[in-house]
Structure formats: C-alpha cells, structure tokens
C-alpha cells in the first residue's frame, strides 16, 4: 500500500500549517469488521488564516461546473498467492536473523515496489500461527505447519493490508492452534492497517462482512474453502466458523450483500487440485455464480501452480474477472511448476457519473521463488522482471531433497511455464 508516501505527504502538510496558520486535527475509529478491531483514520483538516490566502467568495465562477463531485475515483489493486512457509523457508530466515528468532524480510524485500505501489495489497497466508504450538513446515514428513510470527511482521511490513486465511491447513494444529492464530490476526488488525478474513471465531464474525475505504472507494473482501484437509468435522459444536465453497447458499447472501454496502466486491476462493494447470469445471461453474451474485474479483489459489484467467459476463453485460489460481507466493516445493507464482496487478475504477465498476489494465506480474543448493540456501523471491537467465542456471530445484518430478529448471522453462499458465494478454513482464 502507497502508506508512507501518504504519511509523508500528512507531515508536509501539518509542518506547513504549523508554520503558516493553524491546525485542527480530529481522529476518528471506524470499524473494519476485523473480529470487533478498530481502523484509525486520520483526518487532517488545515486552515490558513494569512489574509493573503483567504479567498472571496464572491469571486468564484459561478459558471464552472464542479468536477469534483463527479470525478472517477481510482483503487490500484496487487494480489499475491500461498505464503507457504515450508521448513526450509523459516530456516532460511532462522539463519538470517543469526540465532535470535526469525528475519523473513530478506526474502521478500526484492517484491517490496510492487505491494507498497499498490493502493490495497491482498495475499492468502495459508499457514497459521499458533505461539503455543511448535514451529511445522512439513518438515519432510506430515504436511502440517505452523509458522513463527515473525511471519506476520514480514508482509505487514512489506506493505500488504489484506490477509485471506480460509485455506485447507487451518486445522493443521486442530481447534485451539486456529483459534490462536484467528486471535492473533485479530490483534494484528487492532494495532496496524489490515483487514483480516476468512476464518472466525464465531457465526456473527462470518457474518460481519469485511470492508475498507480506499481513495473513496468502499471495497468489501470475502473469502471461502473448499475443504480443510479432513479435518473439517472438527468444527461440528465448535464456534469457530470457516465458510465452505459447497454453501453456495451463505456465498451467494454474502455477495449480494455486500454488493449492497460496498462499491466493489472481491472475493477469495481456496480450491482446485493441487500440481495441475487444468481448470476444472466445478470451479468455473462456480465462479460465474459469484460474478452473477457481484463479485467483480475473484483471487483464486491452493493450487500450488500458477493459472489462466479470463473476464466472465454476467446477463445484463457487465463483467467480473477470475484468477483461477494465483498458485505460490513463497515455498520449498521442488517441482518448477511449484516456483513461479502469480500476482494480478489491476486498477478499479468507480465512474463518478455512473457509479459503474470497471477492471482496467488487468493482467499478472510473474514472480519466482529462488533458492540454490544444497538446503535450499539464498532463498528470495523475485518479479519476473529482476529475474535472469543466470539466476535460473544457479536454482537448486533440480538438486533439492527430496526431489521433485518436474526438475528440469532454466530459462526457458520459467517462459514455458509461464506462456502455459499466463494468456499473453495479461502477461506483465515489465513490471
């Protein structure tokens, strides 16, 4: 998110108005429907008292039709997939912090222009943290994790304000593990600017759709799994709450609602078979569904493979568009498929005479996972743009244990990948 250059922009302000007039500064809590927190928001109002600044109203031209209130308004949207946090990836940022807890930043910190350009920054964190359970990353056994919070600190940091948690690993650590984790997110929210769904502690949680106002656009987020790894009985008597794709019912009220209270709506969709390119049908039955209920986003994922993409039309002409999967956004999987990821990168636009949503200059900025051997050392991810062939000839995939089927890793296989998943239309190798 563009925060500090606005923070920055405030302080230029408020010194300017200390210099020159006076200041009346009023905070307000607005509530963001993150578990009950509180999103503050700043209003900074500047008054110039010099005699020299204060302008005569008579003098204006009456003629000049306002724009102001009929002006487009503009939200530039970056999305991110799974940050999975195998074992080889804490390790790495155990080594980076030299024996004193975890440095995940490092890894991220090549991807940092693109979040923080961005005005609203989503990624799916597919791990839970839960501090009184111990750190997992499959760890070469049981695919269950368990990430430290240094986690957290890292892509809060980095500049992403929404966090998607309805995944099929919520329940890796059972009940008392998601409830920590839902807890901990919860008193992320209370003390930084994010939004945090897709798991809850309660029905009427679910039920409280999250929403934020960006550039004066309301934008309303959901999020729903497809399943929970087997573990999903374990929610029957329990308060906690995960909403599932088969409750097309609850999805569908969802949408429409918060069709009702939000200019745009963008939902986050766990589903799919894992290590595939193939669409299935289901899911693309499924996502007209929610563009014909509102959605005007959906951010696919859980594949672990990066995915097409395509606008879908509802019956009155208007269009939603679909992600179906963003596949990883970091990992120590060791099949190439499983390294390049997909960030969409797209600019909503409200009409201001209209009120009508539209998607401009849709597309994805590839990302690649890169490590080196042996142990999956140096581990960074990079755009597709800071990428190169020598980085490519240097990755450790085709020598990572245990290893992968699909091993074969160089240039023109990131290419091959990424013209198999990408449409050309919506590739963004620039960026």
């Known amino acids: 998110m563009k ?12 010194l300017l108005a200390l210099t020159f007039g006076t200041i009346s500064c009023a905070v307000k809590k607005v509530g963001t429907g993150d578990g009950g927190s509180q999103e503050p928001e700043t209003s900074v109002s500047v008054s110039v008292t010099d005699e020299a600044d204060i302008a005569d109203p008579s003098a204006e031209d009456a003629t000049q039709p306002s724009t102001q209130a009929n002006a487009d308004k503009h939200v530039h949207v970056v999305a991110a997939g799974d940050n999975l946090i195998h074992y080889s990836v804490f390790m790495n940022a155990k080594q ?10 490092p890894l991220y910190e090549n991807m940092r222009y693109i979040v ?11 791990t839970i943290i839960s501090q009184s359970n111990p750190v997992k990353g499959a760890d070469g056994g049981p695919l269950i994790f368990n990430s430290p919070p240094e986690v957290a600190d890292a ?11 309805a995944n099929n690993h919520l329940l890796d650590f059972g009940l008392q593990g998601l409830q920590e984790s839902i807890t901990f997110w919860n008193d992320k929210a209370k003390t930084n600017d994010i939004t945090v769904l897709g798991a809850y ?4 949680d679910a039920n409280n759709i999250r929403v934020r106002e960006v550039n004066g656009v309301r934008m309303a987020f959901l999020a729903y799994a497809e399943h929970i790894n087997g573990f999903d009985e374990l929610l ?25 209270i939000a200019d745009v709506v963008i939902v986050s969709a766990h589903w799919g078979g894992e ?13 007209q569904k929610m563009v014909n209920w ?32 963003m596949g990883n956004f970091i990992c120590a999987q060791t099949d190439n498929f499983n390294v390049i990821g997909e960030m969409p990168d797209f600019d909503i636009t409200i009409d201001g005479e209209t009120n009508q949503v539209k998607l401009e200059n849709v597309g994805v900025i590839p990302s690649i996972v890169h490590y080196e051997s042996p142990d999956f050392q140096n581990m960074k991810l990079y755009p597709y743009s800071k990428y190169t062939p020598q980085l490519a000839a240097q990755h450790g995939l085709p020598y990572a244990v245990p290893r992968g089927t699909y091993t074969e890793f160089n240039w023109d296989v990131i290419n091959n990948i990424i013209d198999t998943a990408i449409p050309k239309e919506f590739q963004k190798l620039d960026k």
């Open 155 to 165: 892509v809060i940091d980095l500049g992403f304000d929404v966090f998607t948690m």
């Open 116 to 126: 923080e350009d961005a005005d609203v920054a989503i990624i799916n964190q597919e």
């Open 294 to 325: 509102g959605a005007d986003v959906i951010l696919g994922g859980h594949t672990h493979t990066p995915q097409t993409m395509e606008w879908l039309t509802r019956d009155d002409g208007t269009k939603g568009f679909v992600f179906y999967s």
């Open 201 to 204: 502690l309660n029905e009427e």
């Open 275 to 287: 290590d595939t390119f193939e669409v299935t049908q289901d899911r693309k039955i499924l996502a």
């Open 96 to 105: 980076l912090a030299g024996g004193n807890g975890y440095d995940f930043k």
């Open 236 to 260: 029957n008597g329990s308060p906690l709450r995960v909403i599932k794709n088969q409750e097309e019912d609850v999805i569908e009220r969802q949408i429409k609602q918060a069709r009702q």
């Open 3 to 14: 925060l500090r250059k606005k923070r920055a922009a405030a302080a230029l302000s408020i």
